[in-house]
């Protein structure tokens, strides 16, 4: 028992340590998340259709708070990159995903500031789904594109994008939940 219990502690020095050297080896580099999350209700789609274009209503990204919480700024950022994004059919109990074809979720935001969300400027694809399966049910994962964001994370305000093609029409409202997460790599102020 007693060689156990001295083992033990010698493994948990060999992990504390090795933590603290990887923590040297970041420099000093922090790594948080950004979560957005919005309701979406989407009206019956009368038709099936290639191409079906929602945007969502401006969000604001509190982008500089969150900054300011994790002891760094806008200038300190390295990059922002998307780590999740889903979607979840609140209601009806019965809705599914499965009149979808594919989807495809872009990011936008006034990046230059004219009061205006340029489409072809100011609108990027940051995830998407191909190919829905049929039994998808009420839960959607979307596959995330690798990209830097931070232009449109900085902004005050961003907008949801969703294009999607339907294969048969929807009778009833969908109340939809997006959830969008954005990892940030930042430097730390003071360094
Ligand atoms: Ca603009």
Do not use: W
């Not at 900054?67 to 700024?73: D, P, V």
């Not at 005050?156 to 339907?166: A, H, P, V």
């Amino acid at each position: 028992m007693k060689k156990i219990i001295t083992l033990a502690v010698i493994l948990s020095s060999i992990v504390f340590y090795s933590c603290e050297d990887i923590v040297d080896e970041l420099d000093k580099l922090t790594q948080f998340e950004l979560e957005f999350t919005e309701d979406f209700t989407y009206p019956p789609a009368p038709l099936f259709a290639d191409s079906i274009r929602f945007d969502g209503p401006p969000v604001s990204t509190n982008s500089d708070t969150t900054f300011k919480t994790n002891n760094t700024e806008k200038e300190l950022v390295q990059d922002v990159q998307v780590k999740q994004l889903d979607l979840t059919i609140i209601a009806p109990d019965s809705g599914s995903f499965d009149f979808m074809n594919y989807i495809r979720v872009f990011i936008m935001a006034d990046l230059n500031g004219d009061g205006i969300f340029d489409d072809e400027t100011e609108r990027i694809e940051v995830a998407n789904k191909m190919t829905i399966p049929t039994n998808i049910g009420t839960f959607l994962k979307l596959d995330p594109i690798p990209g830097d964001y931070k232009q449109f994370i900085f902004q005050d305000e961003i907008k949801l994008s969703l294009q999607y093609g339907t294969n048969r029409a929807t009778l009833f409202p969908l109340k939809l939940d997006v959830r969008s997460v954005f990892n940030v790599n930042a430097k730390i102020l003071g360094v």
